[in-house]
T-cell receptor, first 109, second 112 residues
Framework: EDQVTQSPEALRLQEGESSSLNCSYTVSGLRGLFWYRQDPGKGPEFLFTLYSAGEEKEKERLKATLTKKESFLHITAPKPEDSATYLCAVQSAGNMLTFGGGTRLMVKP | DSGVTQTPKHLITATGQRVTLRCSPRSGDLSVYWYQQSLDQGLQFLIQYYNGEERAKGNILERFSAQQFPDLHSELNLSSLELGDSALYFC???????????FGAGTRLSVL
């Protein structure tokens, strides 16, 4: 059974204070690792897909990396508008996504 | 806007009732997925349809059923509702079965 664990559950940062979110996973046959952003009361918004260890992707202040056991979402110089819940999910042979519990990020001005 | 449309946005009903949630996928997408998000369980996969046929099942209760119609929209039917069924229900769509899934805004179900 695929498992995804995200840490920390919640993270408070000051504006400009860089940090990383962790996503550890156990999966039989990884087809893709996905990062989504979810704002309160809204659906998850796609950020990145990573397919193989060593792969990195960047978008504005966000950078996602992947190893064989975990993924990191690095946030550089965050702004208050980056406040959201960040979800990590893995896709294996079954095609469905298995999500972690998410990291709730709060960035204070 | 992801292009995935879910209706209604909110639904309030009583225990024992039956409701239907509707999802219109992004134009051109053939796969539709249903997920349930509750505070204690996080986002859980329920069921997937691809071009009208059931493709995968997750932790979907027997009281729940879904279908995908020829125009590719999908409906999730929830019956004999219990208090514990109160949650956000999301629909997602993708072009194929392994592509990026784009999520709708969800339907918030409250069972009183």
């Amino acid at each position: 059974e695929d498992q995804v664990t995200q840490s920390p559950e919640a993270l408070r940062l000051q504006e400009g204070e860089s940090s990383s979110l962790n996503c550890s996973y156990t999966v039989s046959g990884l087809r893709g690792l996905f990062w989504y952003r979810q704002d309160p009361g809204k659906g998850p918004e796609f950020l990145f897909t990573l397919y193989s260890a060593g792969e990195e992707k960047e978008k504005e202040r966000l950078k996602a990396t992947l190893t064989k056991k975990e993924s990191f979402l690095h946030i550089t110089a965050p702004k208050p508008e980056d406040s959201a819940t960040y979800l990590c999910a893995v896709q294996s042979a079954g095609n469905m996504l298995t999500f972690g519990g998410g990291t709730r990020l709060m960035v204070k001005p | 806007d992801s292009g995935v449309t879910q209706t209604p946005k909110h639904l309030i009903t009583a225990t024992g009732q039956r409701v239907t949630l509707r999802c219109s996928p992004r134009s051109g997408d053939l796969s539709v997925y249903w997920y349930q998000q509750s505070l204690d369980q996080g986002l859980q996969f329920l069921i997937q349809y691809y071009n009208g046929e059931e493709r995968a099942k997750g932790n979907i209760l027997e009281r729940f059923s879904a279908q995908q119609f020829p125009d590719l929209h999908s409906e999730l039917n929830l019956s004999s509702l219990e208090l514990g069924d109160s949650a956000l229900y999301f629909c997602a769509s993708s072009f194929g079965t392994e592509n990026i899934q784009y999520f709708g805004a969800g339907t918030r179900l409250s069972v009183l």
